[in-house]
């Protein structure tokens, strides 16, 4: 494998006809970081993959690895020359080819002495457990294990660039856990730069070092798994990781107290006491000031699980602040806590996700409360046509 | 409740094998009864005897073989690379589609009654050529071996291109990429993942070009010299039925005309099944 420090990918565009599928997609890749692209189907993962392994041609752009450009849309190496690997969702083995034949492919194509393709076709096998397939087709194979022969074909060409094309999604529940795992400790093991494409939020936060959440062709926010997961970058990240709960409102009342803000938002269907630890500087924290003054909209988001069901009259108690008043009328049991959907009393149209352990029945009445440290608030941008959808 | 729906399944078969046994068994049987009897209904081998012995009608084996094995072999030698560019669609496809099924529409005679004014000494084709100076006089396309050639593939090919068009763009164009991805140029793909993965659709239309160009008799008659260099072997049949009215004799010609084409078929499966030994199906995932 060629060395490198860093792979750079810099403003790439693809159109098809009038369609932008990736639109102004800029971001580094550390040598052996693990960075997943997640984002809602059609969003444009797929295509971002093809773009920097070669396969689809770009619109503009440029791509880079370390001071050498193999693309600027005019000019590009060829996919065969990059040394990238791919795994793709329906694994594309060979089906002509038994598995020993399919990891050795690259290989022979680099026309390897026949006595090292044999122990590095051993070796990848072995490091994938599937030490006894060698001489099976692919379609004597289960789905998981199809799945690992197409990361050996990959891995056994020490590729400067792994790339996976939501390889989990066509498997079971457990065994995409399962699979996640070795995914996870193949990448501790041989340190390989890795990109992961998924639309499943609990794969990006398992295995990432970075994770890039996109929408329509557009990156949203670069960060973390702990970054993306608590402090998402707009509610459209923040819906995507789980804030299920986006109420539009006005800010009402505006408190500056050090690092925190403490915003009560007036929504339709409850009044939404917060406590944001915005540092100063924040451009969130900017935002919303910015907001309040201008009296322009805001959205809450809230998770269901940080909802809670309070008894029957300790809202009165409670004041006015963070207590919404609704009626379930879909309860659905999932194991360790029924999943509670509920229109809110005198709004029609709100309505609120929630996570309850206790039993409440459909059509039953009842009263939820918020911690006021557990909301997020977006200033909405105004017409920003960047984020809109179409 | 099992029994009985197999049953019933079973029932759905009758009117496959009513059929079957109608248009093809009975036929058969018949022709190979036929082709062992004399006229009076006793058994000999005589009617083969006679083929096999017979010089004149022996080489009809050989000129049929000249005919149809060059000619298919070169129709789905050019349907292979075609096929190959037109995979992901190209512009205009439907019209050159259009062109490729015409001749399956018109029938063998009439191709050729137009071959033979367009591709006459006087035609059309040989004045272009005469006009653009490619030859002193006019070049023979007809009565000749180049003649039931070319009629014989016009009629071939369209078969051919569309069988093997939709079996290669039903290969998983994901495999292309990932043969790409682990190294391979677009002439290595080409061989070491379309073509294996097309082998068993060209086996098919080989065989299907192959079985029709054997059995070539209009454009013999009127594109060739019937009497001479391109006497068929249906033709033989044909003049040993209705010319000298041995339907035994005829019989047995047909019977060894089925014969090599079983030959070819099995040589050509055998073929297939040494380079494709992988699953059936086309690598959709
Ligand atoms: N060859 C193409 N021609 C035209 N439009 C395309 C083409 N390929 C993709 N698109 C469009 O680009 C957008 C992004 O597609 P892409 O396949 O990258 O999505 P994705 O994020 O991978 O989705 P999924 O999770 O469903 O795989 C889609 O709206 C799709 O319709
Ligand atoms: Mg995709």
């Known amino acids: 494998m060629r060395d490198f420090k860093r792979i750079s990918v810099r403003r790439m565009t693809k159109r098809f006809g009038d369609k932008t599928a990736v639109d102004d997609f800029s971001i580094e890749f550390g040598k052996e970081e693990f960075v997943t692209f997640l984002g809602p189907s059609g969003c444009g993962k797929s295509t971002a993959l ?65 006595t ?37 074909r990959c891995i056994v060409l020490e590729p400067r660039l792994l790339l996976l094309d939501e390889p989990l999604s066509n498997l079971d529940a457990k065994l995409r856990v399962e ?75 505006l408190k500056e107290n050090g690092g925190t803000l403490g915003a009560s938002v007036r929504t339709k269907g409850a009044l939404i006491e917060t406590k944001l630890s915005y540092p100063e500087g924040d451009p969130r924290r900017d935002a919303i000031i910015a907001a309040y003054k201008s009296g322009g909209s805001v959205t809450t988001a809230i998770r269901p699980e940080d909802i809670a069901v309070i008894g029957q009259g300790e809202g009165a108690a409670r004041g006015e602040g963070n207590v919404i008043r609704c009626v379930a009328d879909l309860v659905e049991y999932q194991g360790h806590a029924n999943s509670i959907s509920a229109c809110i009393k005198g709004c029609e149209g709100e309505r609120v996700d929630l996570h309850s352990a206790s039993d409440i029945a459909f059509g039953e009445a009842f009263e939820a409360c918020v911690d006021p440290e557990k909301v997020l608030v977006f200033a909405m941008p105004e017409a920003s046509p960047a984020r809109s959808a179409p | 409740m099992k029994g009985r ?3 019933g399944a079973l029932l759905l078969l009758i009117p496959a094998i009513v059929f079957l046994v109608l248009l093809f068994i009975y ?19 005589a009617n083969y005897i006679r083929f096999f012995t017979n ?28 096929c190959y560019h037109m995979r992901r669609g190209v512009p205009g496809e439907k019209i050159i589609s259009f062109f490729f099924i015409v001749p399956v529409t018109l029938g063998t005679v009439l191709i050729s009654e137009g071959m033979l004014t367009f591709m006459g000494p006087n035609g059309w084709l040989n004045q272009l ?39 290669i763009s039903g290969i998983n164009p994901d495999l292309e990429k990932a043969s790409q991805m682990l190294g391979a140029n677009k002439w290595q793909t080409f061989w070491k993942v379309l073509f294996p993965l097309m082998v068993p659709g060209i086996a098919i239309s080989f065989c299907l070009n192959f079985v029709m160009a054997f059995s070539v008799y ?12 391109q006497r068929v072997i249906a033709l033989a049949a044909y003049q040993w039925a209705f010319e000298k009215f041995n339907f035994n004799a005829a019989s047995a010609i047909s019977m060894i005309m089925a014969a090599i084409e079983l030959l070819v078929i099995a040589v050509v499966l055998a073929w297939r099944s040494k380079l494709y030994k992988g699953a059936s199906i086309v690598g959709k995932g």
């Open chain 1, 50 to 114: 093809n773009c920097i392994t070669g396969l689809i041609p770009i619109t503009s752009g440029e791509i880079y690895i370390d001071d050498e450009c193999i693309d600027d849309a005019k000019t590009s190496v060829p996919p065969e020359k990059r040394e990238f690997g791919m795994v793709f969702q329906n694994y594309a083995l060979f089906p002509h080819l038994t598995v020993k034949e399919n990891v050795a492919f690259g290989l022979k194509l680099r026309k390897l002495p026949k």
């Open chain 1, 116 to 152: 090292e393709v044999e122990k590095r076709v051993d070796d990848a096998l072995r490091l994938v457990h599937l030490e006894g397939y060698a001489t099976k087709f692919p379609s004597q194979m289960s789905g998981g294990e199809q799945q690992r022969v197409a990361i050996a």
């Open chain 1, 179 to 253: 699979l996640r795992y070795e995914l996870k400790a193949l990448h501790e093991r041989l340190k390989v730069t890795t990109i992961y494409v998924t639309h499943d939020q609990a794969e990006a936060l398992a295995l990432s070092d970075r994770i890039v959440v996109l929408k329509l062709g557009r990156i949203q926010q670069v960060g973390s798994p702990q970054t993306v997961f608590t402090k998402p970058a707009n509610p459209f990240v923040a819906d995507f990781v789980g804030y299920k709960n986006a109420w539009k409102g006005k800010i009402e009342v």
């Open chain 2, 5 to 7: 729906s197999r049953n």
């Open chain 2, 27 to 45: 036929p058969f049987g018949y022709g190979l009864y036929t082709s062992l009897t004399k006229a009076d209904g006793s058994f000999t081998f």
């Open chain 2, 55 to 82: 010089e004149r009608d022996l080489r009809t084996i050989g000129v049929t073989l000249g005919i149809a094995v060059p000619v298919t072999l070169l129709a789905v030698g050019i349907a292979v690379p075609l």
């Open chain 2, 129 to 167: 050529i005469m006009a653009l100076h490619l030859a002193q006089k006019p070049v023979q396309f007809t009565h000749n071996y180049a003649g039931v050639a070319i009629s014989v593939g016009l009629q071939g090919f369209p078969y051919a291109f569309l069988m093997l068009l939709g079996y």
């Open chain 2, 218 to 229: 209009p454009s013999a008659v009127l594109l060739g010299q019937p009497s001479g260099p």
